[in-house]
Antibody, heavy 116, light 110 residues
Framework: QVQLVESGGGVVQPGRSLRLSCAAS????????MHWVRQAPGKGLEWVAL????????YHADSVKGRFTISRDNSKNTLYLQMNSLRLEDTAVYYC?????????WGQGTLVTVSS | QSALTQPASVSGSPGQSITISCTGT?????????VSWYQQHPGKAPKLMIY???NRPSGVSNRFSGSKSGNTASLTISGLQAEDEADYYC??????????FGTGTKVTVL
């Protein structure tokens, strides 16, 4: 069955970096585009980034552009989100999700807390 | 990349029908048939309920239906049940190949 397992979250100080990972299994990872979506505590969903199946095309939300980078390693069936220059407002649960125009499978999320 | 506009809350009695609207612009909802809807229960990951405006994934109850007119998409839940009480979010692709979610709607079953 399809599984997406995020890891790498934790508590980090403002201005520092963190890399999230999303391990995929149960499907042919290299044939699907993938998203990162986040949800601040008590708030709604916010789209963060999208990467094409072959990794060539990447898109980021304006709120993270220049600070976050989405990437993937199809040989390891893993999606990444490199987060630099973290801000207090980046505190959220980060989900990886399968698919392009819609996401049919989601991970359980990993919590990132930016705090001094 | 402004969030799509949804009502903050919608409520209904068991068995009734409710409709949640999702209003965007011609650069997102109105420009593409790539509107999807997600259900989220507290502490859980979102679940896909409708994709490409009106298609239902396998396993999703046929009580859920979607439509679109102009810049506004809608999700209708018929025969409302207690288990439908959750937050609902719409999503659309945009003219810049990014994506945007709606502000979210809390559905309460009275």
């Amino acid at each position: 069955q399809v599984q997406l397992v995020e890891s790498g979250g934790g508590v980090v100080q403002p201005g520092r970096s963190l890399r999230l990972s999303c391990a995929a299994s149960g499907f042919i990872f290299s044939t699907y585009a993938m998203h990162w979506v986040r949800q601040a505590p008590g708030k709604g969903l916010e789209w963060v980034a999208l990467i094409s199946s072959d990794g060539r095309n990447k898109y980021h939300a304006d709120s993270v552009k220049g600070r976050f980078t989405i990437s993937r390693d199809n040989s390891k069936n893993t999606l990444y989100l490199q987060m630099n220059s973290l801000r207090l407002e980046d505190t959220a649960v980060y989900y990886c999700a399968r698919g392009g125009s819609y996401s049919d499978y989601w991970g359980q999320g990993t919590l990132v807390t930016v705090s001094s | 990349q402004s969030a799509l506009t949804q009502p903050a809350s919608v409520s209904g009695s068991p068995g009734q029908s409710i409709t949640i609207s999702c209003t965007g612009t011609s650069s997102d909802v109105g420009g593409y048939n790539f509107v999807s809807w997600y259900q989220q229960h507290p502490g859980k990951a979102p679940k896909l309920m409708i994709y490409d405006v009106s298609n239902r994934p396998s396993g999703v109850s046929n009580r859920f239906s979607g439509s679109k007119s102009g810049n506004t998409a809608s999700l209708t839940i018929s025969g409302l049940q207690a288990e439908d009480e959750a937050d609902y979010y719409c999503s659309s692709c945009t003219s810049t190949s990014t994506y945007v979610f709606g502000t979210g709607t809390k559905v309460t079953v009275l």
